[in-house]
């Protein structure tokens, strides 16, 4: 039993970090036979509970008989007392106390004789309780290695995959379009960068020789507002009522009723 398990347990030992070309779990086998053993540990402890139970029962039969061999000397004893005060004769006393030591001898050598097989029977309880034990402590530390050992295997199986998984990536094409993107950007950031710069030489170009030749366009627009101002100040100041100002049509107002006027009467003769 113990070589088996030993085997069981470097099976499982082998998986961490390699390949097991079985049709069979490892792990599976193992806490299969593991859950065996429980099996056969409980059927230990059935067969140590039956066992101890005959030699408990034994035990307290042999005590009991014990008792009564005590039992048969003390009246042995008690009848040599009352023959001794004169309670009974002397001969009927013997008589009585011998039939009782004779009871008392016989059930001895039944305990006696039953003592041989308590023996036997604590012998093995003693050898049963230890075996079932030493089970017990081999199972617990079993099953503690699977499942430590069952822990390792998952750890070993996802980083196997995790490892295969990066080595089927295309790590050499995902850096090359990195690097083609990067290119890209920096060349559009230098050709904005271009286009700015032509921008502010030209603006600064313009104003350079504006200033040079006296076209500034704000001093333009100065010279400008200057000037309306000027003829601003320049012109007569009007009157705020409209009425008061003089009807500059009234000299032409009845020159123009006699045109209006004679456009009738050429149109009444025809």
Same mark, same amino acid.
């Given at each position: ?8 347990? /470097?099976?499982?030992?082998?998986? %961490?970090?390699?390949? *097991? &070309? ?21 059927? !230990? ?5 039956? *066992?101890?139970? =005959?030699?408990?029962?034994?035990? +307290? ?12 000397? @003390? ?8 023959? @001794? ?23 001895? @050598? ?35 290695? *699977? ?7 998952? %750890?070993?199986?996802?980083? @196997? !995959? ?22 890209? %950007? ?14 502010? !030489? ?5 104003? &350079? =020789?504006? /200033? ?9 627009? +100065? ?6 101002? !000027? ?7 009007? #009157?705020?009522?409209?009425?008061? &100002? #003089? ?24």
């Amino acid at each position: 039993m113990n070589e088996l398990l030993a085997r069981i347990i /470097r099976v499982i030992k082998a998986l %961490v970090g390699k390949k *097991v &070309e079985q049709a069979e779990d490892p792990i599976l086998l193992a806490e299969q036979n593991i859950r065996d053993l429980k099996g056969d540990l409980s059927e !230990s402890l059935k067969s140590l509970a039956e *066992v101890k139970a =005959i030699y408990i029962r034994a035990k +307290h039969e042999s005590d009991a008989q014990k008792r009564v061999a005590n039992e048969y000397e @003390r009246k042995a004893i008690l009848l040599l007392e009352k023959a @001794r005060d004169g309670l009974i004769t002397e001969a009927e006393a013997d008589r009585l106390a011998t039939q009782a030591l004779m009871k008392k001898d016989e059930i001895m @050598r039944r305990v006696q004789a039953g003592e041989k097989g308590l023996q036997t029977y604590e012998q093995m309880v003693k050898q049963l309780e230890k075996q079932t034990m030493q089970l017990k402590m081999q199972i617990d530390q079993w099953e503690g290695e *699977v499942k430590t050992l069952k822990a390792r295997a998952q %750890v070993s199986q996802a980083t @196997r !995959s995790l490892q295969e998984r990066l080595s089927r990536t295309d790590t050499q094409g995902t850096l090359a379009l990195l690097d083609n993107l990067k290119e890209k %950007v920096t060349e559009q950031e230098a050709m904005a960068d271009a286009y700015h710069q032509l921008s502010n !030489s030209q603006t600064s170009l313009d104003a &350079e =020789i504006d /200033r040079i030749l006296g076209l500034d366009s704000k001093g333009s627009v +100065h010279n400008d507002l200057q000037r309306l101002k !000027s003829q601003v100040q320049a012109t007569p100041e009007r #009157p705020l009522n409209p009425q008061a &100002e #003089p009807d500059a049509n009234a000299p032409f107002a009845n020159e123009l009723a006699e045109l209006k006027a004679r456009l009738k009467d050429d149109k009444d003769g025809q």
